[in-house]
T-cell receptor, first 119, second 114 residues
Framework: AQKITQTQPGMFVQEKEAVTLDCTYDTSDQSYGLFWYKQPSSGEMIFLIYQGSYDEQNATEGRYSLNFQKARKSANLVISASQLGDSAMYFCAMREGRILTGGGNKLTFGTGTQLKVEL | ETGVTQTPRHLVMGMTNKKSLKCEQHLGHNAMYWYKQSAKKPLELMFVYSLEERVENNSVPSRFSPECPNSSHLFLHLHTLQPEDSALYLC?????????????FGDGTRLSIL
């Protein structure tokens, strides 16, 4: 069984500072993928960044980077130069290793971290 | 234009009512998903449709009935719901056999059961 753990229910960061949101995972699959999503109070889930288990480089997308430590099974999200608009819920998710033909791409989500950016 | 559109955005219904949630994707994807998001719980996958066939039903009560008439549309038919069914229902789509591509989500339908 797969499991995603996000141990920080809430985080505060000052504007323009960097913040790290923690995510650890548990899987016996060799091939898997990790995703981070942002959910503002309006409800939509916005894709931020992806890391494949075989990717040797840490993923980066603008101000977002993923600190991928495979041996520790962690995939922490780093947001640099925080902005007020970054205040939202952040979810870490893992794609199941087996790619089933005709099975879709099932994701397992963590419980999320509520980030508040302050002036 | 939003890639995945859900209607309605908000729905209040009594336990004896019948209603439907609608999801439409304009991304050319061929897999669609229904998730339930309750307060302080992880997203729960309810149903997966791939190439218009249901491939996953995560022990969801029969009072939830999905329908996928084509690869662009997904419905969730609701009847005789319970108060614990109040939640945000999210629809998502993705491209089959592209596991490194994310699922794209709609804005969700916030459902309240009286």
């Amino acid at each position: 069984a797969q499991k995603i753990t996000q141990t920080q229910p809430g985080m505060f960061v000052q504007e323009k500072e960097a913040v790290t949101l923690d995510c650890t995972y548990d899987t016996s699959d060799q091939s898997y993928g990790l995703f981070w999503y942002k959910q503002p109070s309006s409800g939509e889930m916005i894709f931020l960044i992806y890391q494949g288990s075989y990717d040797e480089q840490n993923a980066t997308e603008g101000r977002y980077s993923l600190n991928f430590q495979k041996a520790r099974k962690s995939a922490n999200l780093v947001i640099s130069a925080s902005q007020l608009g970054d205040s939202a819920m952040y979810f870490c998710a893992m794609r199941e290793g087996r790619i089933l033909t005709g099975g879709g791409n099932k994701l397992t989500f963590g419980t999320g971290t509520q980030l508040k950016v302050e002036l | 234009e939003t890639g995945v559109t859900q209607t309605p955005r908000h729905l209040v219904m009594g336990m004896t009512n019948k209603k439907s949630l609608k999801c439409e994707q304009h991304l050319g994807h061929n897999a669609m998903y229904w998730y339930k998001q309750s307060a302080k719980k992880p997203l729960e996958l309810m149903f997966v449709y791939s190439l218009e066939e249901r491939v996953e039903n995560n022990s969801v009560p029969s009072r939830f009935s999905p329908e996928c008439p084509n690869s662009s549309h997904l419905f969730l038919h609701l009847h005789t719901l319970q108060p614990e069914d109040s939640a945000l229902y999210l629809c998502a789509s993705s491209q089959e056999r592209s596991p490194d591509q994310p699922q794209h989500f709609g804005d969700g339908t916030r459902l309240s059961i009286l």
